[in-house]
């Protein structure tokens, strides 16, 4: 498979997983114990991903960035099936959100950085844009789709079918 197709479709498959379960959680915390918990709870997956993603992200060598995104996704992978079977502790939620959204927020550079030393210099500007342009969807749809699959399928597993999705990418980018 052409890599200006390969890497928005990967882009496209680990967006839907990040975004999947970042309403969806949002609406179950909201459910489950109110609009200051899910308050609280945007808080734990945005201030820690801010404060410490891009010291992450840029520590990692270029000739490793292969390698730590897969990493990335094996560390989702794990942590979103523990998540998965504790998810009605509210604390779980509340960990798994934060830590969740720092590894995430390390992983998305790390693409963009693979997708560069990847392709032709011809091919970046179009990869790139079509990358960009898979995450724009992710973020429009994704989170409706979640939340509407949450009273259907129920936390534990949407988010096991978000561990899926992060273990299918990793694969594909082995």
């Known amino acids: ?44 997956q945005t201030v820690p991903a801010l404060l410490v993603a891009g010291h992450i992200a840029r520590a990692v060598p270029i000739e490793s960035v292969r390698t730590a995104w897969i990493g990335c996704q094996v560390t989702l992978a794990v942590m979103t099936v523990g998540a998965a079977f504790f998810v009605e502790h509210l604390w779980v939620v509340y960990v798994y959100a934060g830590s969740s959204m720092i590894v995430r927020a390390v992983a998305n550079p790390l693409l963009l950085s693979l997708v560069s030393s990847s392709v032709t210099a011809t091919e970046r500007p179009v990869v790139l844009r079509s990358v960009s342009a898979t995450s724009a969807v992710t973020l429009a749809v994704a989170p409706a789709v979640g939340g509407s699959l949450l009273p259907v399928i129920g936390p534990t597993w949407l988010l096991l079918l978000n561990a899926l999705m992060f273990v299918g990418v990793g694969a594909a980018m082995w």
């Open 1 to 44: 498979m052409p890599l200006r197709v390969f890497f928005p479709l990967v882009s496209l498959t680990y967006g839907i997983g990040n975004w999947f379960t970042y309403l969806a959680l949002i609406v179950y915390v909201q459910t489950q114990a109110g609009s200051t918990a899910s308050a609280g709870l945007f808080l734990a």
